[in-house]
């Protein structure tokens, strides 16, 4: 099973308001583990980069004005990420701005079933606890000591890493091919020989005894209750 793990970086909050997307992060993962092949691109905005963004992502206007256009990696972009679900934190507002995107320059939009949001699966799994990308790294534990600013790449490496504890850990059948194995092991000793039923009739020379000895017992309970 193919997905792609994806963050953007934007201009603003909004894209009616005319704000784009300024970088695109993914992290390809198979069958929930990372296969090493990313996408990341730097897109220039054919805008102004206001302060307050910029103090989020760090990327400025003049360095961004050197960049390809959204048209430009428009077709890179979509080879990379197929027909595979999208793992995107906060799908909604990533999911706006790419569609905004998408449609202004002739493609059609993503399908909204297509994404799989964390922030969902977070809240599902421990209700009102913080449910940011921050947040979910300090409680699993994840190294994001590197995310003094946000970076698309940056922030869907961690996004893996995150939405593979959120799916039950980084090896989620591990423990169920330990019992598996084991079960297989226990099975294969407990093989058990046929044998012939032994016979239960006893033989006449038997009875004989049987009487015998009774005969030497005074007063057997069996034969006091047979005289009632």
């Given at each position: 099973?193919?997905?792609?793990?994806?963050?953007?970086?934007?201009?603003?909050?909004?894209?009616?308001?005319?704000?784009?997307?300024?970088?695109?992060g993914c992290v390809e993962l198979f069958n929930h583990v990372p296969t090493g092949l990313t996408y990341q691109a730097y897109i220039n905005p054919e805008r102004d980069m206001p302060t307050e963004a910029a103090m989020i992502h760090g990327l400025s206007g003049e360095f961004l004005a050197s960049k390809p256009p959204f048209a430009g990696i428009v077709?890179?972009?979509?080879?990379?990420?197929?027909?595979?679900?999208?793992?995107?934190?906060?799908?909604?507002?990533?999911?706006?701005?790419?569609?905004?995107?998408?449609?202004?320059?002739?493609?059609?939009?993503?399908?909204?079933?297509?994404?799989?949001?964390?922030?969902?699966?977070?809240?599902?799994?421990?209700?009102?606890?913080?449910?940011?990308?921050?947040?979910?790294?300090?409680?699993?534990?994840?190294?994001?000591?590197?995310?003094?600013?946000?970076?698309?790449?940056?922030?869907?490496?961690?996004?893996?890493?995150?939405?593979?504890?959120?799916?039950?850990?980084?090896?989620?059948?591990?423990?169920?091919?330990?019992?598996?194995?084991?079960?297989?092991?226990?099975?294969?000793?407990?093989?058990?020989?046929?044998?012939?039923?032994?016979?239960?009739?006893?033989?006449?020379?038997?009875?004989?005894?049987?009487?015998?000895?009774?005969?030497?017992?005074?007063?057997?309970?069996?034969?006091?209750?047979?005289?009632?």
């Amino acid at each position: 099973m193919r997905e792609v793990i994806l963050d953007t970086e934007t201009t603003g909050l909004d894209p009616s308001q005319g704000h784009r997307i300024v970088e695109i992060g993914c992290v390809e993962l198979f069958n929930h583990v990372p296969t090493g092949l990313t996408y990341q691109a730097y897109i220039n905005p054919e805008r102004d980069m206001p302060t307050e963004a910029a103090m989020i992502h760090g990327l400025s206007g003049e360095f961004l004005a050197s960049k390809p256009p959204f048209a430009g990696i428009v077709e890179a972009f979509l080879e990379f990420i197929g027909e595979a679900p999208l793992v995107i934190h906060n799908a909604a507002f990533d999911m706006g701005f790419l569609n905004a995107e998408l449609t202004r320059h002739g493609f059609p939009a993503l399908p909204s079933d297509r994404a799989i949001d964390t922030v969902k699966m977070a809240r599902r799994m421990f209700p009102g606890a913080p449910a940011s990308l921050d947040a979910l790294c300090k409680r699993f534990s994840i190294d994001a000591s590197g995310r003094q600013l946000h970076g698309a790449l940056l922030d869907a490496r961690l996004l893996a890493d995150i939405y593979l504890e959120l799916c039950g850990g980084r090896q989620p059948d591990l423990a169920m091919a330990a019992a598996t194995t084991n079960e297989t092991e226990v099975i294969g000793v407990q093989k058990r020989e046929y044998r012939e039923p032994r016979p239960h009739v006893l033989s006449e020379d038997e009875l004989k005894a049987h009487e015998t000895f009774l005969e030497q017992i005074k007063n057997p309970l069996w034969t006091a209750r047979s005289d009632h």
